[in-house]
């Protein structure tokens, strides 16, 4: 009892200092986030919990994720990752300025109601290694990702549908998940996706 207390204060005086509160944003949700590193076998990594919180705005929505234990050497602050949604359009999802461009999407039934969940390509500029497909729900956020160049992938677990939707995920043996052993393969399966996009925008 006297460890949850604790885990309580910690927490309201985190968020305290995020200055992130009902006051501030109108119908603002705020949660944990259980994050996990996996081996493509399914052997665990590295696990964590993360802050969420999902700030509705005039044309967008954003997505925080908060890592109470990484400070930012810099400025001092708690670091965090934002993702941010238009909501009149799925195409482009925004990962801090970088812009992630959407590849593929595809639903799913979860007790008797469609989901559907978009997989965005992430390349930031000047970052060497860190390319990714973002598996992404409008409702919870991030599900899945998945770097291109490592042998793991990571899951982000808030609330029962978010873990359905990641259990869906990892039954999915279609191409829509990267679960493709051969790198070389799979670069050229992602080239023809992207060379796709690039032909739209």
């Known amino acids: 009892m006297k460890k949850n207390t604790c885990v ?45 919180f999902k700030i509705p705005h ?21 670091a965090f990752n934002s993702y941010t949604i238009f909501k009149n359009s799925d195409s482009l999802l925004l990962f801090g300025d970088d812009t992630c461009f959407l590849l593929d999407s595809k639903r799913y039934l979860i007790d ?20 990714s497909e973002i598996l992404f729900n409008d409702s919870v956020g991030i599900i899945q990702e998945y770097p ?9 677990i808030m609330d029962t549908l978010s873990q359905k ?20 393969k799979y670069h050229n399966i992602l080239s023809n996706q992207l060379n796709k996009l690039r032909r739209t925008y």
């Open 8 to 52: 309580i204060i910690c927490i309201y005086l985190f968020l305290q200092s995020c200055n992130i509160s009902n006051n501030q944003y109108s119908n603002v949700r705020n949660d944990t986030v259980k994050f996990t590193l996996r081996t493509m076998g399914g052997e665990i990594e590295r696990e964590g919990i993360e802050l969420f």
């Open 58 to 78: 005039k044309e967008t929505v954003e997505f925080r994720y908060y890592i109470p234990s990484i400070i930012d050497s810099i400025t001092k602050a708690t």
């Open 112 to 131: 008797n109601k469609f989901y559907q969940i978009n997989k965005y390509f992430m390349n930031q500029e000047n970052v060497i290694d860190e390319e």
């Open 148 to 156: 291109l160049n490592w042998n793991f992938y990571a899951t982000h």
């Open 165 to 184: 939707l990641n259990d869906a995920l990892l039954m999915d043996t279609s191409l829509f998940v990267k679960r493709i052993n051969n790198k070389n």
